[in-house]
């Protein structure tokens, strides 16, 4: 598979997923760690689509506790 073939996908850093959600980095790495969040490791970070995102962001959330 080439580059070329690969679909225009943006991925996000934690602190940018973080800005987004108006949420802490350690949320993020709390989602991502839990698999509620998708996200792929290059080297020691993380960068997670931002259409994983814009699915959490819409997805409702069940306050528990």
């Keep these: 598979m080439t580059m070329a073939e690969l679909p225009d996908v943006r991925f996000l850093t934690v602190a940018e ?15 991502v760690h839990s698999d509620e969040l998708p996200a792929v490791r290059f080297g020691r970070s993380y960068r997670v689509p931002e259409s994983a995102v814009r699915d959490a962001v819409q997805r409702p959330i069940a306050d528990v506790g």
Aim: cysteine-free; proline content about 0%.
């Design 17 to 31: 997923v973080a800005e987004i959600m108006r949420v802490s980095k350690m949320t993020v790495y709390r989602l």
